[in-house]
């Protein structure tokens, strides 16, 4: 956590530095604090995630470029491969055309034997910086893979290109070594092949390009979430006046202004004014959320067109977007179980190449046509290059990358790559009542008299008693008072009987407000408001009595009214082939009566907290593969139960550590969208590892000549190595498209 909060917080120094604002606070120069940084980023390889080490460098194990672990906005340090790469492919290019155009006509068509010889050693002086310049970074990764004993697609490229080049070196040099089965019979010279060797190289590199410029842009989801975060904010002092301070200098407490259309810096919540926000960048949804006094705002949402003043909750790496972009890198980096699959493949794949290899050498060099040897080389060298798995590799990490970073950007996160991969087994969904499928906030939907008060005074008096409590549904009375303008009382002698209600003296009446028990304690005779309760717990309301002065004077229901996305999001899910189960804490009546209102499976009721875990257990017993969506601290042990645990993000932190998939809007619909991101993804590994392994499985025999006999038909390295880029980018290409697939609900 500690280099990410550094990260995040340079790109702001630098615009701090230059604005000269620096009599406030002295910045260091942007120069040596550029260089510290990238020397102190901890950078990690995307397939192998227990490599990490600081400044750039390749992995060990696969010879990839390491990635940085933390995603900044300052993109310079990341970009030295690519742009090295870049050059080495353009200097590449330049000398390998006019080498392959050289080439093409036959050899022995140049008329004079000065001139050919000449030409031998023009082919050799394009090829060389080609090869030795160009293909180093191959060679160095080649000898890495040999010290390291992890044989990898460099140790394939290396071998290859090697060999085609030393041999043609050596025929130019020293043609009188090579016995006559290498010379063509018809002009007695030995092939060369260094137009072969310098397509390879320059080819590969095109792949690396290309590979490297697409991995930049998977990181563009973290980094346009960065790029969100407002630089400045306006600070309201104590004695009133305003000042633009850099958003790292905000304290806890301090309190700032937000001007219409302006970005909110940092989390928070309202403390005057009112104004709609548009907080899609963090839940996906496009509607603005209205904001009162009290209300609590995210950093990086857009203000609408009221003036806010916000005081600091949560700065720096605590905030809600730091947390998600936390979250996507981790996501991004973690490995999906599908991949162990891909690395036992690749450990048994690139010895079985060298074999095939040695194999096609000898069997061309004893029964091939004349010259033996040449043709022996060159296929042995094509089945190196076509069967570099390079490809194989990128199959699955590209995937989770982009996918992780859609994810994001329609408030779905990821915790990490198993977590993709798992969603989608999913057959039974268990969700709590409160705040998923309901809003969480009660309301005051029944006020109901019985006998000589009118309903105006029965609520004010209901309501002054309640306005004194403590209790959730005793707040929903009290709002629901207040919208329908009914004055309030002084209460006297206020007692809350815990479990069961509360009673006080008010205007001279004794009233009480409560449950069953409480009426039994206080022994007020329920008389018919016992059938007339049942009748609106049957609607799901939570009912509470009233007694006024010893006798029972009314009731009032109270609901927590279900969200709109509720009923369609289920719907979905069921038509998907998903059980959906809820869990709460109501009583039965209330629970069978949501149930049937918004279509579930089946429910559990009267579930305590504790209780979780439990009902999560009793269903996995039964073989079912469970994910649990909660939001609350109590939920925390049953998320970590569950097969897959979805935290709704309008919950608490705890929620979101314990859970595999945060949706950032705590509603249904985000899951409906998880579990479609989810099955794209593993559709689009799928597709990839198709890609990968189809170029290697039919172009390794072809490579080696297994055609030969029958069509006369040879593989020429080029030809390989143009395959094998081919591969790498299509796997690439089919993993960005995830980024523009639609998830509509």
């Known amino acids: 956590m500690k280099s990410h909060n550094h990260n995040q917080q340079s790109p702001q120094t630098h615009t701090h530095t230059h604005h000269h604002h620096s009599h406030h606070h002295p910045a260091p120069p942007p120069k040596p604090e550029q260089k510290a940084q990238t020397a102190d980023t901890e950078y990690t390889c995307p397939m192998h995630p227990q490599i990490r080490q600081k400044g750039p460098g390749n992995c060990p194990i696969c010879g990839m470029a390491l990635e940085p672990v933390t995603v900044s906005l300052e993109q310079e340090e990341d970009n030295r491969e690519y742009l090295d790469m870049k ?17 093409m006509g036959d050899r022995s068509l140049f008329a004079s034997e000065t001139l050919h010889s000449v030409f031998k050693w023009v082919e050799l002086a394009l090829a060389t910086p080609v090869v030795l310049w160009g293909g180093w970074p191959f060679f160095e990764r080649f000898w890495q893979s040999l010290k390291n004993k992890s044989m990898n697609m460099f140790t394939l490229i290396g071998l290859g290109v090697a060999v085609a080049y030393v041999y043609s070196v050596v025929a130019i040099v020293f043609p009188n070594v090579f016995p006559d089965s290498f010379k063509d019979p018809m002009t007695g010279e030995v092939g060369l092949y260094f137009e072969a060797a310098a397509v390879i190289v320059t080819l590969v590199l095109l792949g690396q390009v290309l590979e490297l410029r697409a991995r930049g842009q998977t990181s563009s989801a973290i980094k346009s979430l960065l790029g969100l975060a407002p630089k400045t904010a306006r600070k309201v002092n104590p004695d009133g006046s305003e000042v633009d301070i850099p958003v790292e200098h905000i304290h806890v407490g301090d309190q700032f202004r937000v001007r219409p259309g302006e970005k909110i810096p940092v989390d928070g919540k309202v403390l005057s004014g009112q104004s709609s926000v548009d907080e899609s960048m963090v839940s996906g949804e496009p509607i603005p959320v209205e904001k009162l006094p009290g209300a609590k705002v995210v950093g990086a949402t857009i203000n609408g067109t009221g003036s806010l003043v916000i005081e600091a909750e949560k700065v720096g790496k605590d ?32 010895p ?3 074999v095939i290899a040695l194999i096609a050498f000898a069997v061309w060099s004893l029964w091939g046509p004349d010259p033996k040897l040449a043709h022996g080389i060159i296929n042995a060298v094509a089945v190196l290059i076509i069967a570099c798995p390079c490809a194989l590799g990128l199959a699955t990490p590209m995937s989770i990358m982009v996918a992780s970073g859609r994810g994001a950007s329609m408030g779905v996160l990821f915790r990490n790559a198993e977590a993709i991969e798992m969603m989608r087994k999913v057959d039974t969904i268990v969700v709590d009542k409160t705040g998923t499928l309901t809003h969480g906030k009660p309301k005051l939907v029944t006020v109901k008299p019985f006998g000589e008060f009118s309903e105006e005074e029965f609520l004010s008096l209901s309501a002054s008693l309640e306005k004194a409590s403590e209790h959730p549904l005793a707040h929903a009375i009290v709002v629901g008072a207040e919208e329908r303008r009914i004055t309030f009382s002084e209460t ?17 009446h004794r009233v009480a407000i409560g449950n069953k028990a409480l009426f039994e304690e206080l022994s007020i005779p329920l008389e ?8 609106l717990r049957e609607d799901g309301q939570t009912v509470m009595y009233v007694g006024i002065d010893g006798n029972i004077a009314g009731l009032l229901g109270v609901t927590d009214p279900i969200k709109e996305t509720t ?9 998907s082939g998903i059980k959906v189960i809820m869990m709460t804490g109501d009583n039965e009546k209330t629970a069978h009566a949501v149930a049937k209102k918004v279509g579930l499976d089946d429910y559990f009721a009267d579930v305590l907290p504790q209780g979780k875990a439990d ?33 709704m993000g309008t919950g608490t932190d705890v929620a979101m550590n314990s859970a595999g998939v945060t949706l950032i809007k705590g509603d249904l619909t985000g899951i409906v969208r998880a579990r479609a991101l989810s099955e794209a993804t593993l559709k689009n590994i799928k597709q990839n590892l198709f890609f990968a392994f189809i170029y290697n ?26 395959a094998m880029s081919l591969s790498s980018v299509s796997v690439i290409g089919n993993s960005l498209r995830l980024r523009s697939k639609k998830f509509e609900v």
């Open 528 to 535: 018919n408001a016992e059938a007339e309760a049942n009748k």
């Open 697 to 722: 499985t039919l172009g390794v025999p072809v490579a080696a000549g297994v055609l030969y006999p029958f069509m006369g038909l040879l593989l020429s390295p080029m030809i390989a190595a143009a």
């Open 87 to 103: 050059k080495r492919f353009w200097g590449s290019a330049i000398l390998s055309i006019p080498l392959l155009m050289l080439t």
């Open 319 to 350: 905030t809600l977007l730091s947390q998600i972009v936390q979250m996507v890198a981790e996501a991004q980096r973690s490995r999906a179980p599908i991949q162990k699959l891909v690395d036992q493949v690749s450990a048994i794949f690139v």
């Open 352 to 354: 079985s190449v060298i």
């Open 492 to 508: 006297q002698d206020f007692k809350s009987i815990t479990g069961k209600g509360a009673q006080a003296r008010i205007k001279n």
């Open 615 to 647: 009902v999560i257990k009793k269903l996995q017993s039964e073989g079912k593969f469970v994910a649990m969506a909660g939001d609350g601290i109590n939920d925390a042990p049953a998320l970590a139960q569950a097969q897959v645990g979805i935290a």
């Open 567 to 575: 009923i369609p999001a289920i719907q979905a899910l069921r038509e």
